[in-house]
């Protein structure tokens, strides 16, 4: 899990030296010359390539959240309304109470806990409070969600900020994303490179979770965070964990399981857990509703 960690400060520390230059061509080696193309063949490519990619978005911080613990952001589902109460979505393991055990699911319980509202430049700009915690929990998936005093309409009317859109459709492997953290004001980017099974970490087991490509080495301190869609500004899942040491399915280190049980381990790969779930839990003025049809999430 991704709490914030002394080891982190020092990861943060050094993580602006950048990435890694290209391998350089050996010295005296003569690039290959391809043969011509017409030009109409060119152009066609060109267009074709153009149409294929999706337009991205600069994806910055505004609509995140500081936990004293974790990061998060202010979020709405495509049915909320302006006048509803704001919700924040960080991670179960981020609870002020503790990790939830295995099979343990928090429900509509009272909370008063506040976050860091950050703009575009990352500058807090707010506080926000909770009146209380709507879900929680660390079974299946890895997530809370808080309501919060604030409707969406005052939120913008009195700081510019809108809350971002969590999409209720399955994310997609290749998506340009970006992890956005209120925590540490940075930005994580990268792609979806797949999704796992099962992924284990000590005595938590979570579904089909987004695996990121290497570029997005998070740390201590980013749980909770967004993960945003490029192409469409959406919340798509919600960053949780990652394999530091190369252990096998221990805490910090969860390992992949398949469908016949085979269990691979990626140091140094981080990821998230899909977050299209939760629309269709909430109900009118984004009250949950874990009985509503089409509703997955795990029940009390």
Known sequence: MRKPLVAALFALAIAGAGAAPAVAAPAGATPATPAAAPASALTATTAATRAAAPALRAVNLAGTVALSNCSGSVIRFP???????????????????????????????????????????????????ASKLAYGTMTDTDVSIYQLTSTYASIKSAYGISALTV???????????????????????????????????????WKDSVRYTSACQTIGGTSGSPVIDQST??????????????????????????????????????????TYLIPACFTTGNQLSLNKAGCTLPKP
Do not use: M
């Open 167 to 205: 999409q209720d459709t399955h994310p997609v492997a290749g998506t340009a994303i970006t992890v956005a953290s209120g925590y540490w004001k940075r930005l994580y980017s990268c792609n979806v490179d797949g999704f796992v099974y099962r992924l284990k970490e000590g005595d938590w087991t």
């Open 79 to 129: 049915s909320s309304l302006d006048t509803d109460p704001a919700l924040v979505l960080s991670n179960g393991h981020c609870l002020s109470t503790g990790f939830p055990g295995p099979g343990e699911v928090l429900v509509n319980q009272a909370s008063s806990r506040t976050f860091g509202l950050l703009n575009s430049a990352g500058t807090k700009v707010a506080t926000l409070r």
């Open 233 to 274: 500004g959406k919340v798509v899942a919600v960053n949780n964990t990652g394999n530091e040491d190369g252990q096998r399915c221990t805490e910090n280190n969860p390992c992949e399981v398949d469908a016949n049980g085979n269990v691979t381990v990626r140091q140094g790969i981080n990821y998230a857990q899909e």
